[in-house]
């Protein structure tokens, strides 16, 4: 069973920078499509990125493009997300899904497996 594990969170300024890791621990996540969710308090979860299996490509929720940034490790055993310029609004709790896909993702697709969720609070 993949298990997700996501890390990184914290209290951050506006127009600051976090970076965010989504691990799993004893399974390499490189033949996973891996997704990036975030959920404001009151909120429904929205997709904000996602990046392909095996290298394929990123795609980004038009609200955070130019802004955030998403990578695997070279040893395939964690997906980053970088967030920079943050806003107000990015304040919520951060989760990354895991599907097995091919080709290109697609953040609306159906994520099998989720992790628990890093808070992120952005904050003067």
């Known amino acids: 069973q993949l298990q997700l594990v996501e890390s990184g969170g914290g209290l951050v300024q506006p127009g600051g920078s976090l970076r965010l890791s989504c691990a799993a621990s004893g399974f390499t996540l490189n033949n996973y499509a891996i997704g990036w969710f975030r959920q404001a308090p009151g909120k429904e979860r929205e997709g904000v990125s996602c990046i392909g299996p095996f290298g394929g490509g990123a795609n980004y929720a038009d609200s955070v493009k130019g802004r955030f940034t998403i990578s695997r490790d070279k040893a395939g055993n964690t997906v980053y997300l970088q967030i920079d310029s943050l806003k107000s609004e990015g304040t919520g709790i951060y989760y990354c899904?895991?599907?097995?896909?091919?080709?290109?993702?697609?953040?609306?697709?159906?994520?099998?497996?989720w992790g628990q969720g890093t808070q992120v609070t952005v904050s003067s």
């Open positions: 899904a895991a599907a097995r896909r091919v080709g290109l993702c697609v953040i609306s697709t159906t994520w099998t497996y």
